[in-house]
């Protein structure tokens, strides 16, 4: 079955550490992104890739860092910077064009012990 | 820069009655439109998308929802809700030019009622 695999489903981080969320895709999709879900806040744009070894910054990069050395993987790293990390993150991928639909993995959860 | 506004927070409403989810967009370029459902502690899932010709979108589901482009809006309707229709629903858009990022409204959680 083709689809996009988020791993783990629960994250706990304690005070100062860095952790590494897994994005993995099997799609064929160019196009990956990561997205911060709050309640009530919608979600909200982190980092997105259109192409290997090429990323962009979204609209609340800061605290967080991204890789995209494989096609099909887009990890991405909560650093001790993000002062406020509790959160659902979600991963997408999509084909390049405007017109695309963005397919979603399952999210993980990110809480701070 | 687009935005998009889910007028309604919350939408209780009785299993078999219908329903419509109100968005408005704001953007100086025209856009592409879409309509995700999101079930508790799961990724979206799209339910219709519009980019071009009938207004009148249908989508999976039994949703439909029809872009009008003089009020820049795309409500979402369904004649007759089930409980499992219980989830939140996000209204998205895009602009035809430029960037391929997706800007997302804050939701509508629809309850459904037996």
């Known amino acids: 079955d083709g689809g996009i695999t988020q791993s783990p489903k629960y994250l706990f981080r304690k005070e100062g550490q860095n952790v590494t969320l897994s994005c993995e895709q099997n799609?064929?999709?160019?196009?990956m992104y990561w997205y911060r879900q709050d309640p009530g806040q919608g979600l909200r744009l982190i980092y997105y890739?259109?192409?290997?070894?090429?990323?962009q910054k979204g609209d609340i990069a800061e605290g967080y860092s991204v890789s995209r050395e494989k096609k099909e993987s887009f990890p991405l790293t909560v650093t001790s910077a993000q002062k406020n990390p509790t959160a659902f993150y979600l991963c997408?991928?999509?084909?390049?064009?405007?017109?695309?639909?963005?397919?979603f993995g399952p999210g993980t959860r990110l809480l701070v012990l | 820069a687009q935005s998009v506004t889910q007028l309604d927070s919350q939408v209780p409403v009785f299993e078999e009655a219908p329903v419509e989810l109100r968005c408005n967009y704001s953007?100086?370029?025209?856009?592409?439109l879409f309509w995700y459902v999101q079930y508790p502690n799961q990724g979206l899932q799209l339910l219709l998308k519009y980019l071009s010709g009938s207004t009148l979108v249908k989508g999976i589901n039994g949703f439909e929802a029809e872009f009008n482009k003089s009020q820049t809006s795309f409500h979402l309707r369904k004649p007759s809700v089930h409980i499992s229709d219980t989830a939140e629903y996000f209204c998205?858009?895009?602009?035809?030019?430029?960037?391929?990022?997706?800007?997302f409204g804050k939701g509508t959680k629809l309850t459904v009622n037996p």
């Open positions: 953007s100086s370029v025209s856009v592409y």
């Open positions: 998205a858009v895009r602009s035809q030019g430029g960037s391929e990022k997706l800007v």
């Open positions: 890739s259109q192409i290997v070894n090429d990323f």
């Open positions: 997408a991928s999509s084909s390049r064009g405007l017109q695309e639909t963005q397919y």
């Open positions: 799609l064929n999709h160019d196009a």
